[in-house]
């Protein structure tokens, strides 16, 4: 398959009440069975189930998963979708991570990531466990990578994508004010450098730390903006086409031309 409808559920998060936002997402899952055309690929935020409230992580986290496990598996079978399932928050016997799980239409996990850059603004390092691997994999047909949030600031992460041969880059963010200059920049020049699709889905809302610009964005290899989302709630829509990815990769050839071993780090 070569084209791809992508829906990004850019929701408000209720802070701290997990079964309240798993509530929220099957209700937005009502909405995407009206969509036409219907979504291949479907998008959560970040932590979209705790939100950031991270001190009280050992009561309310999931754990291993299993109650987004659980949710994802049917809606992924019940809608015939991807799920890029945002993240949550994971709870193992270690210690809590920030766990994105993504799901094929038969309802199994193709790809689980936990982050791997953990963001002191928001205290992360205190309350969760990092991730130690950073991997592609592939969803249906296409080469993809998945990174959470302040992720992007790493091109290096981002690279090891690319040169593994994605072709899409999905981001799921909680990305507060007032950086959003910061937010699309960053995703831009990410689509650009690596010649890939970014896909990349924010909440809307506010905590108590923090209020949330949405923006979501879906960036064409070229760099050009595909959709972008407001500020409010809303499902965000686009396509992926990936013949553009190899025609621009035909047409600047930057994976041929690098001389990676003058500044491979
Ligand atoms: O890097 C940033 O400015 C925002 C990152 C962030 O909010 C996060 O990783 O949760």
Redesign the pocket.
């Known amino acids: 398959m070569s084209v791809y409808n992508i829906a990004m559920l850019q929701i408000d998060i209720e802070f701290g009440k997990p079964e309240e936002n798993r509530k929220r997402v099957r209700e937005q899952f009502d909405k995407i069975g009206t969509l036409t055309p219907k979504p291949n690929i479907v998008l959560l935020p970040?932590l979209w189930d705790t939100g950031y409230d991270l001190t009280r992580l050992e009561e309310i986290a999931d754990r291993e998963g299993e109650q987004a496990r659980e949710l994802f598996r049917e809606l992924a079978q019940q809608y015939e979708v991807y799920i890029i399932g945002g993240s949550i928050a994971n709870r193992k016997a270690e210690g809590t991570y920030n766990t994105s799980l993504v799901f094929a239409p038969n309802g199994e996990v193709v790809h689980e990531y936990s982050?791997v850059?953990l963001?002191r603004?928001?205290e992360?390092e205190k309350y969760l466990q990092s991730g130690e691997a950073i991997e592609s994999f592939t969803l249906d047909e296409m080469p993809a990578f998945l990174q959470?949030?302040?992720?992007?600031?790493f091109p290096e992460s981002i690279r090891k994508g690319a040169l593994a041969g994605a072709e899409v880059l999905f981001v799921v963010?909680?990305?507060?004010n007032p950086?959003l200059a910061?937010?699309r920049q960053l995703l831009i020049a990410r689509a650009i450098e690596n010649q890939m699709y970014v896909v990349a889905c924010n909440r809307v809302g506010s905590d108590p730390n923090n209020t949330f610009f949405g923006h979501s964005l879906i960036i064409d290899p070229w760099g050009e903006i595909v959709a972008e989302g407001g500020e409010g709630e809303e499902i965000v829509v686009g396509t992926l086409d990936r013949t553009l990815v190899e025609d621009v990769r035909r047409r600047i050839p930057i994976f041929a031309d690098r001389r990676a071993s003058l500044y491979t780090l």
């Open positions: 970040e982050k850059h963001f603004l928001m992360e959470i949030c302040y992720d992007i600031r963010a909680e990305w507060p950086r910061h937010w």
